[in-house]
């Protein structure tokens, strides 16, 4: 299993862009989007942080801080730029336009990972389709990542975006028809999931899920417990499928032990809401088990998360 992991082509190189309103701890987040960037073989080179009250309409960040961006990626060589939060179609081509390289955001980023992740078919259908709603308002702004991940014409650069604008109307029709069999194809598996745990139901076998933020050791947690083969690897989303292992405790009752996809902040709301049969299984547990790093001096902030998305979850 950890060839899905290893990567063979040298890193893509990136600039970190980050807007700090006073919202959250701006350096710490941009610290998680350079470990998401190594989770996704890119190299963060760089991050230029903006302070301001309130964000640019059209670029987020104000012309100074774009033409010191575009400076520092000539400068450095980066390829692309990661923006540390949301953005529009239009605000995604308005800062690409600005720095001379692809941009993309947060949350494509985690998608992104996700989607390379994915290895149970119901793992692939749940990434496709979060990417697929996602991208779906900003096809006109994402030009060349479009083309680059399967949804444009071919050719050089250049050539890729102008065709994937050109025929904008239909790439939508496109995507929303794959959308809608997505749909389909995941209800199929959520029903067969939900059959599946009421036969362990009738078994009487009780389910104890592990879960909490990415990385904090829940797949290793896993194998000393069961001696398990589960994927351990020091880097975010490791594990993306739930892996359930039989475990057996010192008083000589049988139990189900599922590992789970952690958490990170900001989780896309697209993703928890694609990934909410797989996340469910924690929600349909007997026991939940909440994994934290004791070493970790974020460990109070990152169950906070574990706890509002099991909140989310119901």
């Given at each position: 299993?950890?060839?899905?992991?290893?990567?063979?082509?040298?890193?893509?190189k990136?600039?970190?862009?980050?807007?700090?309103?006073?919202?959250?701890?701006?350096?710490?987040?941009?610290?998680?989007?350079?470990?998401?960037?190594?989770?996704?073989?890119?190299?963060?080179?760089?991050?230029?942080?903006?302070?301001?009250?309130?964000?640019?309409?059209?670029?987020?960040?104000?012309?100074?801080?774009l033409a010191?961006?575009?400076?520092?990626?000539?400068?450095?060589?980066?390829?692309?730029?990661?923006?540390?939060?949301?953005?529009?179609?239009?605000?995604?081509?308005?800062?690409?336009?600005?720095?001379?390289?692809?941009?993309?955001?947060?949350?494509?980023?985690?998608?992104?990972?996700?989607?390379?992740?994915?290895?149970t078919?119901?793992?692939?259908?749940?990434?496709?389709?979060?990417?697929?709603?996602?991208?779906?308002?900003?096809?006109?702004?994402?030009?060349?990542?479009?083309?680059?991940?399967g949804?444009?014409?071919?050719?050089?650069g250049?050539?890729?975006?102008?065709?994937?604008?050109?025929?904008?109307?239909?790439?939508?029709?496109?995507?929303?028809?794959?959308?809608?069999?997505?749909?389909?194809?995941?209800?199929?598996?959520?029903?067969?999931?939900?059959?599946?745990?009421?036969?362990?139901?009738?078994?009487?076998?009780?389910?104890?899920?592990?879960?909490?933020?990415?990385?904090?050791?829940?797949?290793?947690?896993?194998?000393?417990?069961?001696?398990?083969?589960?994927?351990?690897?020091?880097?975010?989303?490791?594990?993306?499928?739930?892996?359930?292992?039989?475990?057996?405790?010192?008083?000589?009752?049988?139990?189900?032990?599922?590992?789970?996809?952690?958490?990170?902040?900001?989780?896309?709301?697209?993703?928890?809401?694609?990934?909410?049969?797989?996340?469910?299984?924690?929600?349909?547990?007997?026991?939940?088990?909440?994994?934290?790093?004791?070493?970790?001096?974020?460990?109070?902030?990152?169950?906070?998360?574990?706890?509002?998305?099991?909140?989310?979850?119901?």
């Amino acid at each position: 299993m950890s060839e899905q992991i290893t990567q063979n082509t040298p890193p893509v190189k990136v600039l970190l862009l980050g807007l700090d309103m006073g919202q959250f701890d701006a350096e710490r987040s941009m610290d998680e989007l350079a470990a998401l960037c190594e989770a996704n073989n890119m190299e963060a080179v760089a991050s230029l942080i903006q302070k301001k009250d309130a964000p640019e309409a059209g670029t987020v960040l104000g012309e100074g801080k774009l033409a010191e961006a575009r400076l520092t990626c000539e400068n450095l060589g980066a390829e692309a730029a990661v923006f540390d939060g949301e953005l529009t179609g239009s605000q995604l081509r308005n800062i690409s336009d600005a720095l001379g390289v692809e941009v993309i955001d947060r949350t494509m980023l985690i998608l992104e990972i996700f989607r390379s992740r994915a290895v149970t078919g119901e793992g692939k259908v749940q990434t496709e389709l979060a990417l697929l709603r996602y991208r779906l308002p900003r096809l006109a702004g994402l030009g060349e990542s479009l083309s680059r991940q399967g949804g444009g014409g071919g050719g050089g650069g250049g050539a890729r975006r102008g065709a994937g604008e050109s025929k904008l109307e239909y790439d939508r029709r496109h995507v929303r028809r794959r959308i809608e069999a997505l749909e389909q194809k995941l209800a199929e598996l959520e029903k067969r999931r939900g059959e599946n745990r009421r036969a362990r139901q009738r078994a009487g076998t009780p389910v104890v899920s592990l879960v909490g933020y990415t990385n904090v050791g829940k797949s290793s947690l896993l194998n000393a417990l069961c001696g398990s083969d589960a994927l351990e690897a020091d880097m975010l989303f490791a594990t993306l499928d739930p892996t359930a292992r039989k475990l057996t405790l010192p008083s000589g009752l049988n139990v189900i032990a599922v590992d789970t996809v952690g958490f990170v902040s900001r989780l896309p709301h697209k993703l928890v809401e694609a990934f909410k049969s797989t996340l469910e299984e924690a929600a349909y547990s007997d026991v939940i088990v909440k994994v934290a790093d004791a070493a970790d001096d974020e460990r109070e902030a990152q169950l906070e998360v574990t706890d509002q998305v099991l909140a989310e979850l119901g």
